[in-house]
């Protein structure tokens, strides 16, 4: 079993900044890679930004890319995502995604645990 807890998100003027959290409990070594994906009523759940639990890489989505950064953080079980210089586009509800495969990280569909999401609202 493993858990998944986002939070951090609110609401904030473009341009600004915010730190998303994910903490991750239970039998997490089964996880190879941890993904952001954000979505919006009536669309598909959109890849933000990813990185590898055991190998490292890092992966983003080419409209984050140079704003965000996804990091992790060993002792506190916990993946984070530093978004700066936010846009209005970023705004929808951000999910925290774990799975066992890699090579489809962009994928939704290859993601076996989610968080219950954080909202985040860009203003203009």
């Known amino acids: 079993q493993v858990q998944l807890v986002e939070s951090g998100g609110g609401l904030v003027q473009a341009g600004g900044s915010l730190r998303l959290s994910c903490a991750t409990s239970?039998?997490?070594?089964?996880?190879?890679?941890m993904a952001w994906f954000r979505q919006n009523p009536g669309k598909e759940r959109e890849f933000v930004a990813g990185?590898?639990?055991?190998?490292?890489?890092?992966r983003y989505a080419g409209s984050v890319k140079g704003r965000f950064t996804v990091s992790r953080d060993n002792v506190k079980n916990t993946v984070y995502l530093e978004m700066n210089n936010l846009k209005t586009e970023d705004t929808g509800v951000y999910f925290c995604?774990?799975?066992?495969?890699?090579?489809?990280?962009?994928?939704?569909?290859?993601?076996?645990?989610w968080g219950q999401g954080t909202p985040v609202t860009v203003s203009s």
């Open positions: 995604g774990a799975g066992g495969r890699a090579l489809i990280y962009f994928s939704a569909k290859i993601y076996y645990h």
């Open positions: 990185l590898g639990t055991g190998n490292v890489f890092t």
């Open positions: 239970g039998r997490t070594s089964s996880i190879t890679v």
